[in-house]
T-cell receptor
């Protein structure tokens, strides 16, 4: 049990729509990262937030955006959804012991 | 593109046998971690090894790191059916941005 909660767990959207995914942590960790994991692949880093500011970004277009709130919870927003956005979206908070990060169970997004 | 590559991509063994999976990476690192993922759920942290360490143990897990070859291996001894999962290595150069490999899918047969 990592104490990281993500919602929703599953959702289906239509191409062109927008989606918001949410992440909260009981740990009080001040850094949150989002990862995209396509089926059969490893997670890919989207971006990271530290104290409500974006603090690093992977190779994802601007239609992927995020927010971190004062309580360190976070949102991932994706605009103009494409079929290739179908994936498991993972939130991770940290750092914990030995600089580890802790993952939530993820949100499965299907774009049709 | 993903930095790490795991080998083999899939591994099937009998319960009680040892499972070894390897990871290669491309750039210098601060540490390397191994994670387990059950059936597309969240990742569970298993073990971390720092760049100045060569070997580390945790229960039935043994991790080695060879920074000259930019490679690491994870050994699971006396495997159990519950070890069936995908295993990923992840590296970081100190920013908490983790670069994951493509994973090894381990199946332990009872």
């Amino acid at each position: 049990e990592t104490g990281v909660t993500q919602s929703p767990t599953h959702l289906i959207k239509t191409r062109g729509q927008q989606v918001t995914l949410r992440c909260s942590s009981q740990s009080g960790h001040n850094t949150v990262s989002w990862y995209q994991q396509a089926l059969g692949q490893g997670p890919q880093f989207i971006f990271q937030y530290y104290r409500e500011e974006e603090n690093g970004r992977g190779n994802f277009p601007p239609r992927f955006s995020g927010l971190q709130f004062p309580n360190y919870s976070s949102e991932l927003n994706v605009n103009a959804l494409e079929l290739d956005d179908s994936a498991l979206y993972l939130c991770a908070t940290g750092p914990g012991e030995e600089y580890t990060i802790y993952f939530g169970e993820g949100s499965w997004l299907t774009v049709v | 593109s993903q930095q790490g590559e795991e080998d083999p991509q899939a591994l099937s063994i009998q319960e009680g046998e040892n499972a070894t999976m390897n990871c290669s990476y491309k750039t210098s690192i601060n540490n390397l971690q191994w994670y387990r993922q059950n059936s597309g759920r969240g990742l569970v942290h298993l073990i971390l090894i720092r760049s100045n360490e060569r070997e580390k143990h945790s229960g039935r897990l043994r991790v080695t790191l060879d920074t000259s070859k930019k490679s690491s291996s994870l050994l699971i001894t006396a495997s159990r059916a519950a070890d069936t999962a995908s295993y990923f290595c992840a590296t970081t150069s100190g920013t908490y941005k983790y670069i994951f490999g493509t994973g090894t899918r381990l199946k332990v047969l009872a």
